[in-house]
């Protein structure tokens, strides 16, 4: 009879993540909590599943009912989906505990799934964010500060300032244009807008042939296009035109645009309080600048938007490019009246931490930093297993992370497994140490260094060199000290 085994295998879009990786993430995630929290938010863990009706269909790039996410019916025959962001899940917290206080704010992370298409680099159907958000006000202080946060955030991690910019607009301009441009139907407007939004990836060229009859793209693929006039493109070009070097230009220069539209005016008069807000805290137009080519594909932002970019050069496909887009955001006033019915003004940002991550990668050209594993301590003599163990619990009682070797093999399959692991300290104690009442320690960072020096074998096994001997009692003083070293050396 014969045995059908299943592949071990991954769905395109997911992917695992080693200890490297995974620590990267967390102390990236950390760092940026922390900046959250500096700022006056707290906590919030919401629920991975929520229902299909309350996550609402505001992705980019799908027409289908629940279009982009992973959605299945649950036992009594409701529909159920994996979140796509954690804002949906704030605005049906907001709304089902009005005794919030309000302003509501309120920081979150965690995994986030999307239904994408073509899965690829950088294009994950599983992803982490870290958001921040303030609900239950209207203040452009609000939308100044998910700047200053943005900002902060990235400096913490070790980005300077002439490597980021955060880039802010306002949907408000955009209405106003396209009210002057006589586009009324919301499907069509929406459309419009999501073609503006590919302006990065597809070029001028590429969004007036979506603004006009549609773009194939080089594999064949068809994209239908709004169908707009030459006028309407026209205008719409005029707005993406606007972006000028400091704030207060590019304010007047759509405030000349939009003037006729009073949608565009409102966008126009909270961009310049913003501008105002954002000088107060010495942010200059060189950090935060007002790009009136943003527009976020997310269809529930009702004003200002922003997005946070890196402006270094990557190597993609061969070619040096920016890497673009790592953080996101804008005002959505009217996500919690879904639920409510009245109208709950809110403003806040997310931060894709995989994206970002993979960035700084590729700009240093390393992969995450490995942090050193536990101590090992080997098994030379088997009856000894009980003296062993003691011995490792006495290194965990005293904070050090350890590992009593329980695998098969000899000493040199032991050292080879320590290596594999990381271990800055192996413990080595035979019959002979435990009559003279003594371990060995192996230093395996020194060993490592010192192997580099040292070309000749015959006095590297002879003196052994990174290798000491001290007395039993001495064990978790003597590697404490060579771990410290060790964390120190990695940090």
Known sequence: MSTVRPEARLPRGFRDAFAADFLARRKAIDTICKVYAVFGFEPLETSSIEYLDALGKYLPDTDAPGGGVFALRDDDGEWIALRYDLTAPLARVVAAHPDLPSPFRRYQFGSVFRREKKPGPGRFREFYQCDFDTVGTASPAADAE?????????????????????????????????????????????????????????????????????????????????????????????????????RAGTC?????????????????????????????????????????????????????????????????????????????????DYLVERFTGNKVPATGASIGVDRLLAALAKQRGERAESLPGPVIVTAMDRERLADYQRMTNELREAGIPAELYLGGGGFRQQLKYADRRLAPVVVIAGSNEFERGEVTLKDMLAGKQLSEQITDKLVWRKEQPAQRVVPRSRLVAEVQEIVQRATRGSS
């Open 146 to 246: 998910v700047c200053a946060v943005l900002c902060r955030a990235l400096r913490e991690l070790g980005i300077p300032a002439s490597d980021f910019i955060v880039r802010v607009n306002n949907r408000k301009l955009l209405n106003g244009v396209l009210d002057a441009a006589r586009i009324d139907e919301p499907s069509r407007r929406l459309l419009v807008l999501r073609s503006i939004d590919k302006l990065d990836k597809f070029g001028i060229e590429g969004v007036v042939q979506l603004l006009g009859a549609g773009r194939t793209d080089p594999s064949g693929e068809r994209t239908d296009g709004a169908k707009l006039e030459p006028a309407q493109i026209d205008l719409i070009l005029g707005l993406l035109q606007c972006s000028q070097p400091d």
């Open 252 to 332: 007047d220069a759509a405030e000349r645009l939009v003037r006729d539209s009073e949608s565009g005016r409102e966008g126009v008069a909270e961009l310049r309080e913003i501008h105002a807000l954002l000088d107060a805290m010495d942010l200059p137009s060189s950090l935060v600048t007002f790009d009136t080519n943003v527009v976020r594909g997310l269809e529930y932002y009702t004003g200002p938007v922003f997005e946070a970019e890196l402006t270094f050069l990557v190597e993609e496909e061969g070619e040096k490019r920016k890497f673009g887009s790592v953080a996101g955001g804008g005002r959505y």
